[in-house]
């Protein structure tokens, strides 16, 4: 496989460079994961070390690289807003909760775009660290104004959700590019009826850009406050592509905003960074299984579920 990330070869080779500095790439089998740990009590441990930790692929134990432990990362950040018909009701939701995450999270070193998809893709908002020009720009769009640009190639969708298109096109056109700490803010209730891509291949997608999903979803319930089949799809998809992508699946009916964004925020900024060369060299397509295992008892530690070997 291709390194997502050469930056962490050349640190092997010449140290982590300052940011003068230009990083040396190199065209190596090495395979990056980010993983973040936790106590029994859901408190994020920052006093790892790489004997900590056991690392394998395809159940085979795999000789660990390079380690690090990142703090107060500079974040680079896709907010993917769905505004098809399934989320009419959460509009207002929608742009309170993104206010609470842009003015309490976003600082003068991170940067976001924003992305609203229906059946077309539209960049409300390009890379910036000012949480009122997202904010501005998602008001003018909610409002009716279609004039922001689309990411991807232009599509004649016939129905009303690219789920999958919009997190594909998010990472293949925007966050694969970059350096740092990348991360998808996903706000939809998991459905899809127009996209071109599936969904494992945007989990792929994500794997290998080493880009993690937080998926916040807001589900209309039914009569009596029931979940029907549609609704449970919907769940189990945002469930499968925060686990596989290392990140976490919120529910906003039930969660405060103030404290899931927190949270997030605290494990984008507070995490681990791992490579290693895999023991199996075949660049055969084939999806290797990655599992973390702590040694010390009680640590939950959360990562990528694997990559594909291309």
């Given amino acids: 496989m291709r390194s997502s990330c050469a930056l962490a070869a050349s640190l092997l080779l010449v140290g982590y460079p300052s940011p003068a500095q230009k990083p040396i790439h190199v065209d190596v089998n090495l395979v990056n994961v ?60 929608h742009e309170q909760d993104l ?70 096109y998010s990472v293949t056109e925007k966050l694969a590019e970059t350096e740092g700490r990348r991360a998808i803010l996903l706000f939809s209730d998991g459905e899809d009826n127009s996209s071109s891509h599936d969904m494992m291949t945007t989990i792929e997608t994500a794997q290998a850009a080493n880009v993690v999903v937080y998926a916040i979803r807001y589900t209309e319930l039914g009569k009596h406050s029931t979940l029907n089949a549609r609704n449970r799809y919907g769940m189990s998809v945002m469930d499968r592509l925060a686990k596989e992508t290392g990140g976490k699946h919120v529910d906003a009916r039930t969660t405060d905003p103030h404290q899931y964004f927190r949270q997030i925020a605290e494990e984008l900024r507070s995490s681990y960074e791992i490579a290693y060369y895999p023991s199996n060299k075949a660049k055969d397509g084939t999806f290797r299984k990655i599992v973390l295992k702590s040694k010390p008892e009680g640590v939950k530690i959360r990562a990528k579920t694997g990559y594909f070997a291309d």
Avoid: W
């Fill in 99 to 168: 206010a609470v995450f842009l003015r309490e999270v976003l600082r003068p070193q991170d940067r976001a775009f924003m992305v609203c998809f229906g059946n077309h893709l539209r960049l409300v908002s390009d890379y910036t660290n000012s949480a009122e020009e997202i904010l501005t720009n998602y008001k003018e769009f909610d409002k009716g104004k279609k004039h922001f640009s689309e990411i991807g190639p232009r599509e004649d969708r016939e129905l009303g959700t690219a789920f999958y298109d919009a997190i594909y």
């Fill in 34 to 93: 980010t993983f973040t740990a936790r106590d029994g009590a859901g408190r994020l441990i920052g006093d790892l070390s790489r004997d900590d930790v056991e690392l394998y692929e395809d159940a085979l134990p795999q000789k660990i690289e390079f380690f690090r432990k990142s703090t107060d990362l500079a974040l680079t950040l896709a907010l993917i807003v769905d505004v098809s018909g399934s989320q009419e009701h959460f509009e207002k939701q």
